[in-house]
């Protein structure tokens, strides 16, 4: 009875060795498709200050689609204008070619916007909503493209234009 109790006891051991070796592979084997990157900015001038840090992650699928969140944060004085920006973004990353990216990117941001004039204070506090669509060269972890913003409203936008170039780096 006693050597039955010892042989189930060590099947049991083997087995769960077994099982955290499986789990600690497959845990390796997802951090592996993980890459890293994002922005930093920095902007001055004359009454001008502007400063942002865009944090991102992507989960390669296959050589060809991969897709991750990522964050932003960005602050920016001009003159009397204050904006604080914060929010947060999918992407989507499509490589048909090791040389062409397709991306798709929907952004939800939150912008709360402050000024002192002579004539007295403005406060302004709104979400902006984006969705990218990009084509860009690839290299190795970088791209270099373009990408236009189909939700864009002239009159409700806090980016210039409709069209954005970017470099894309992740490691």
């Known amino acids: 009875m006693k050597l039955m109790k010892n042989t189930l006891g060590l099947c049991a051991i083997l087995f ?18 993980v890459d890293f990157g994002g922005g930093l900015g920095l902007n001055f001038g004359e ?4 400063a942002s840090v865009s944090p991102s992650a992507i989960y390669n699928f296959n050589p060809y689609f ?35 990216q397709f991306s798709a990117e929907f952004e939800e941001l939150y912008v709360s916007q402050t000024a002192n004039y002579d004539g007295g204070s403005f406060e302004r506090d709104f979400w902006n909503a984006a969705l990218f669509l990009g084509l860009g060269y690839r290299s190795g972890s970088v791209t270099i493209g373009a990408r236009y913003n189909v939700l864009y409203d002239d009159d409700d936008a806090i980016y210039t234009s409709a069209i954005q170039p970017f470099i894309r780096v992740y490691f």
């Open 66 to 100: 991969a897709a991750g969140p990522g964050l932003s944060y960005s602050y920016i004085r001009d003159g009397d204008l204050k904006s604080s920006i914060l929010g947060g973004s999918i992407i989507t990353l499509i490589n048909p070619l090791p040389a062409i």
């Open 47 to 50: 009454e001008y200050f502007a």
């Open 16 to 33: 769960m060795t077994c099982q955290l070796i499986t789990a600690q592979t497959q845990s390796t084997y997802f951090w592996d498709n």
